[in-house]
């Protein structure tokens, strides 16, 4: 069974906003990615060309926390080359929409 193209029941990395009634899904769970690092006692590896990261994700949606991946990007820059590109919906039609977030968002990229 679908609901509007979306499977009835999926899953997100995503775990939403408390309090933000318009981000509760109650057929969706949370998942959080895995992530891994280097085996203890090896440090980090050695990174000699530029690290390109892609972010789709709709950027006037709150709860998809740009501002942290910009905020980690900012001090991993200090000492490694990386690249960060932003893709995603700006218009008001989309779900979460925050105006407030988005000019926000927008007058930070432009500053960088």
Do not use: W
């Not at 069974?1 to 997100?12: N, Q």
């Not at 939403?16 to 590896?45: A, M, R, W």
């Amino acid at each position: 069974m679908t609901l509007r193209g979306m499977p009835r029941t999926r899953f997100s990395p995503v775990a939403g906003l408390q309090g933000d009634s318009k981000t509760k899904d109650d057929h969706c769970e949370h998942i959080p990615l895995p992530v891994f690092g280097p085996h203890p006692g090896t440090g980090l590896p050695e990174i000699s060309e530029t690290l390109k990261i892609l972010c789709v994700a709709k950027l006037a949606q709150l709860r998809k926390r740009h501002n942290l991946l910009l905020d980690t990007i900012d001090e991993l820059a200090a000492e490694h080359k990386i690249a960060c590109t932003l893709v995603g919906a700006t218009t008001s039609a989309v779900s979460g929409y925050k105006e407030d977030f988005l000019s926000k968002l927008l007058d930070r990229l432009e500053q960088a």
